[in-house]
């Protein structure tokens, strides 16, 4: 009994169009805008030097310190390690150098360095800085060596040891990549997803919802076990679609997720089953059409996933900052941290902690569907 | 006694859909349950299959309590309901098989039940089709052949022929008295007379959550005083001819509506010669002329003021 509603279940989800698309056929089409995207988000989170020039007059040549100061933050080649692209030119070559947008601004020379652009601009604040930090430092040096220069070799040596108190870790062997958190995102709301599968097998079985599910109350069938092999068809019908899903990530798409593979098969587990148990609830809860419940589903899942930063990834940190509630009572947020927790931190105390509250979602979401179930007769259908 | 149904009350906020309903359906019968839309033959079908709530009452299947978990009692109902439940993601032989396995676990024994579902319906030419692929008959035939393929002992069939072409209607009414002659007690709810007429033993007319009548056919008949039915065309309405007519022996009432003259008598009285006398001695040219006995709608019409397709 248990296997033939198991294996005919599984045959109506596989064949359901609608479903389908969107549990699967979605989250790929989703995936492949995102291949094609990103790259270029990527690009903009990367800094790149900025490209000036200095004019070569005889104080420019004269002043080492400058030169110096300059060089240290300069390549004549293209280097992303470095601020400043600088070219060394004449002020007719400089002036139309900035008219052609060849470069972002120039400094001269004359009387102290000064700058020279066409516009205000992230870049041009840069370059201004550089040049403010680079008065105040040699102020500071001259005010030392007039008032005491007994102490200017202390001022040096302090100039040279300065402290970083940031540290750069690493993480798994792998190179970070910032892309990834969207991905992250849309395997979250794919798990979510799952909960169509869960609403519709709800419906299948519960006689206030649909003509069938009278026909199945109807049987000599304890009702809880037909569903138990109900949801259990739906939960495997999501991992799958899951696995695909990772599977077309990493292989036709090259996504990177790092190298701990069954991590990433629990976590897409544990996702899929917050999702289809989800889904059982919001059946189990809602009066309606099935169409009102998927607008339902839907719309949860949407608002979901952009709060845990799928189109945007800024407002997962903000609400993390300002409401950090929000993010544990976002199962889609929590998903994606689950991935976040694996691909950036070396210890999993993060990854499993994101693991149980996900296994506690579920709970509770099961113990809700299971309290309104165990009706057998109902007041109206 | 299959069912027996004592004293139901069934609310619907400050509604009333069952109002102290009994009834009482025995082995071997087709028993009708006839009434116009809303008189609670759907809900007291549910209430009978526990799986709507009641307020009070006493209901019994096969002589025992009819609860939710009484599997065994269940085992031997089949039900054909209004809404077509079927799965449209299943093929039509997948879709009897489903429903079959639920009270058939054992597989051989399944597959041959479905086989005679098939036949007994005649959807054999289209086992493969999805539902969607089907006419509203051939799905009505379907929604049949889901809910008696495990052979139950009663059958009851909600309202199975609504918007359904009449060759398919036939076909579904051959059907049920084919099963009653292999054994099954059957239940059939309607609102169309002529269907409970020709194939029901035994009737009951519900309205308003009440049972007003119950018998044969022809004792439903024999409780009004109706007994004889005469409709003539005529094309030219004359005031003295309904005067005149409805001074006939035995004529109760005389309209005239849409070029029909109807004139209804009382049981035992037989006017149709008289009325053919009458018009050829007066010179009133007709058309058609004919003769019917009561109907079902008669009944019902005598019995609440109203017609049964109000």
Known sequence: ?381 | MVVKVEKLVKRYNDLIALDHFNLEVKEGEVFGLLGPNGSGKTTAINCILSLLKYDKGNIEVFDKPMAPDAYDIKRDIGIIMQNVAVFDELTVYENIDYFCGLYVTDKEKRKKLVKEAIDFVALNDFKKFYPKKLSGGLLRRLNIACGIAHKPKLIILDEPTVAVDPQSRNNILEGIQKLNAEGATIIYTSHYMEEVEQICSRIAIMDKGKIIATGTKDELKSMIEIGEKISVELFTKVEHILSDIQKIKGVTSVNYENDLLVIKSKRGYNNLTNILDYLKENKISYGRIYSELPTLNDVFLEITGKQLRD
């Open chain 1, 1 to 381: 009994m248990f296997l033939h509603i198991f294996l005919n279940r599984l045959k109506c989800l596989i064949r359901d169009k609608q479903v389908m698309f969107w549990t699967l056929m979605f989250p790929i089409l989703l995936a492949t805008m995102f291949k094609m995207a990103i790259p270029d988000v990527v690009n903009l989170e990367k800094f790149e030097p900025i490209d000036i020039a200095v004019i070569n007059n005889v104080e420019y040549q004269n002043n080492i310190a400058f030169n110096s100061a300059l060089s240290s933050v300069s390549s004549k080649e293209s280097s992303s390690d470095l601020m400043f692209n600088t070219k060394i030119v004449n002020e007719e070559e400089a002036k139309e150098l900035l008219k052609n947008n060849k470069i972002s601004g120039y400094i001269i020379l004359n009387d102290g360095p000064k700058i020279v652009v066409k516009e205000s601009g992230f870049k041009q604040t840069i370059l201004k800085q550089f040049i403010n930090e680079y008065l105040q430092v040699t102020s500071q040096y001259h005010n030392i060596l007039e008032s005491n220069p007994a102490s200017i070799q202390n001022f040096i040596s302090e100039l040279g040891s300065s402290e970083s108190y940031i540290k750069e870790v690493s993480s798994n062997n792998d190179a970070p990549n910032s892309s990834v958190s969207y991905y992250y995102a849309l395997i979250a709301m794919t798990c979510l997803y799952g909960a169509m599968h869960g609403m519709k097998e709800v419906l299948s079985v519960q006689a206030n919802q649909s003509p069938q599910g009278a026909r199945v109350s109807l049987a000599p069938t304890n009702k809880l076990k037909v569903f138990a092999s109900s949801i259990l068809a739906a939960t495997v019908i999501q991992i799958l679609i899951i696995l695909i899903l990772l599977t077309y990530l990493r292989f036709a798409l090259n996504l990177d997720f790092g190298n701990q593979i069954g991590y990433i098969i629990l976590t897409a587990v544990c996702g899929s089953l917050v999702g289809v148990s989800f889904g059982a609830m919001v059946g189990s809860i809602i009066k309606g059409k099935e169409g009102l419940k998927i607008s339902i589903i839907v719309s949860f899942t949407m608002l979901f996933s952009f709060l845990s930063g799928m189109m945007w990834l800024d407002i997962k940190y903000i609400i993390a900052n300002k409401v950090p509630i929000l993010s544990y009572i976002n199962p889609a947020n929590v998903i994606s941290d689950a991935f976040y927790a694996l691909y950036y931190y070396d210890t999993y105390t993060r990854f499993f902690t994101n693991i149980g509250v996900l296994c506690v979602f579920s709970i509770i979401f099961y113990l809700i569907t299971f309290f309104i179930m165990r009706r057998q007769k109902y007041a109206s259908i």
